[in-house]
């Protein structure tokens, strides 16, 4: 015997021996079984320099174990002399990996494995069995697999969330830990990165204030609720990152709904991450308290695809991702300079900017935007405070003028061609039992299921453009009670806020000057959110000055 270390490793994962394995505080029956089990075999069969390496909790088909790695790198200094586990599975439950370590890597570095229930010791020969022993080892952790999915794929279709902590902003119930509820210190940063969004702060802005106001970052919230908070507060405790605010502005469980199956693992054996397509996730509405209302939230999505780079200048420009060219329709640019009065700021026609001259030179100071823009919106909430009623029922009957006949013809187009469809499927069933029992030729059945395959095929689109119209012209409808609730909140701006301008408009079309007249005239087209009403306006340089002189 050599003074080198006997290596006794344990292994437990949860799956292992029963999902509803007793366990001991600190470690699991299982494991203390295993340590039993390999001391007494070492103690009778003279091994010394006894160290025992454990990973409760680890999965067969990972070998990046703690413990493991602790193993491999003990060996690789050539510590180890002997390495024991009570059977082959202990080792590993990957057929290819678990053979790699004993036929190769344990004996590159003069390693001795002995898996003691399995009769296996590699310093002798008789181990023929081993290969088919590590094989149904991987059969049962490819079955292990399945029987999880199958669970995971039941649970989620019942509407109960499959992540096994909450977005930040909830936490699981005492009652029942399928049921999330509010966590109010989380919830206001949340509710918080909403609004500054709204606002036009970009996930770099709001990342940057949030770390100058130290608030804790998910990860350490997370840590200091469950009772774990590290006491030795670290510079990264409240270091925000923008990939985290980009992330809290997509979750669709803000708005209270259940979202399951947007990722999976390719096989057990790799346990990289690939998400899913949205069209594959399974979203359940309203099961719990929602945080953030559907309106502040589609408007941020919608802020978030005119997304573009930060300014250097710490102050918002109110009219990023709004403003356009109308006569290109790129966007316009903010120019600004600490050289120049806040009056000379302005927006400039990007295509020019660029060097290109499919467009001209163009731009419109903000200050003047602002006036016009502010003039129109509250000519409109004016008008719709003193109309109401008269407002909402011309925009229901232009709606229904407009769409209800399309909208009836297109549901009448589905059902036909839903019809249409099912009666391929028969004939299809019907044309193979034909070419089964001989009544047409294989190249008549060819021929005519390539017929079927193409209808069918071009049906199923048309039903599926169809139905998104359909759903677009009843959105239509929501939309006009959505924009009325919106205006309700506002009765008269003297001043007008990011959040104000998001929540009303939708977008800004600046047209080129006109200076046919002999001075400068340039009109602006204003578009209102969810389609609901344009305005235009056109800015009169000659009569600004005037007014100002005066």
């Known amino acids: 015997m050599t003074d080198k270390i006997t290596a006794l490793y344990c292994r437990l994962s949860n799956d292992d021996d029963g999902l509803s394995c007793a366990r001991q505080q600190g470690e ?11 001391m007494d075999y070492a103690k009778k069969n003279g091994f010394r320099n006894i160290e025992i390496y454990v990973d409760d909790g680890w999965s067969g088909t990972n070998f990046n174990r703690p413990d493991f790695q602790r193993l491999v790198r003990d060996m690789q200094d050539g510590k180890i002399g002997t390495v024991i586990t009570k059977d082959l599975s202990r080792l590993g439950r990957v057929y290819l990996m678990t053979g790699q370590y004993i036929e190769m890597i344990f004996p590159e570095f003069n390693v001795r494995y002995i898996a003691v229930n399995d009769n296996v010791d590699t310093l002798k020969a008789d181990n023929e069995m081993m290969v088919f022993r590590n094989v149904f080892n991987d059969f049962y952790a490819r079955d292990c697999s399945k029987k999880i999915k ?20 909830y936490k699981k119930s005492e ?44 990860s350490e919230h997370l840590a200091k609720m469950s009772g774990k908070a590290n006491n030795n507060c670290s510079e990264y405790t409240y270091i925000w990152r923008e990939q985290t605010i980009v992330s809290i502005l997509k979750k669709q469980e803000y708005l209270g709904h259940t979202v399951n199956f947007k990722c999976r693992r390719k096989s057990y054996k790799q346990k990289k991450v690939i998400y899913n397509p949205k069209e594959e996730w399974v979203i359940f509405e309203n099961t719990h308290p929602a945080i953030i209302s559907q309106n502040d939230f589609d408007l941020v999505q919608q802020l978030r695809q005119r997304r573009k780079k930060p300014q250097r200048c710490k102050e918002i420009n109110a009219f990023s991702g709004m403003v356009f060219c109308a006569d290109c329709g790129k966007p316009m640019y903010l120019h600004r300079s600490s050289t120049k009065k806040k009056e000379q700021e302005h927006m400039k026609c990007s295509t020019y900017s660029k060097g290109f001259n499919e467009c001209s030179a163009h731009f419109i100071r903000t200050c003047v935007l602002k ?16 109309n109401k009623d008269k407002y909402v029922e011309m925009l229901t009957k232009q709606t229904g003028d407009n769409h209800t006949e399309e909208v009836k013809q297109a549901k009448k187009t589905i059902a036909k061609s839903e019809k249409r469809i099912a009666e391929l499927d028969k004939l299809f069933t019907r044309l193979y039992e034909d070419n089964v029992s001989g009544k047409i030729s294989d190249e008549r059945f060819e021929m005519m299921s390539k017929s079927y395959e193409s209808e069918q095929k071009e049906l199923k689109a048309s039903v599926t453009e169809l139905q998104k119209l359909v759903e677009t012209k009843e959105q239509e409808n929501s939309d006009i009670n959505r924009f009325m609730e919106i205006v309700s909140r506002y009765e008269h701006l003297t001043d007008i806020t990011p959040e104000q301008m998001h929540e009303l408009v939708e977008r800004i079309e600046v047209h080129a000057p006109d200076k046919s007249s002999g001075h400068r005239t340039q009109q602006i087209d204003i578009y209102f959110r969810f389609g609901i009403a344009c305005a235009s306006a056109t800015f009169d340089g000659k009569k600004r000055k005037k007014k100002k002189a005066a």
């Open 28 to 38: 699991s029956n299982s494991i203390t079984n295993q340590k039993n089990i390999l």
């Open 150 to 169: 199958a669970v995971f794929k039941a649970k989620g279709m019942s509407g109960k969330p499959l992540s096994s902590k909450p977005p930040y902003g």
């Open 371 to 386: 006036e016009l823009l502010l003039n129109e919106i509250n000519k409109m909430l004016e008008y719709i405070h003193g």
């Open 175 to 218: 009652q029942d830990k399928n049921v999330w509820e509010i966590d109010e210190e989380a919830a206001t940063v949340v509710r918080r990165i909403f609004k500054m969004c709204i606002e036009g702060c970009g996930p770099v802005e709001i990342a940057r204030r949030l770390t100058a106001e130290s608030i804790l970052i998910p």
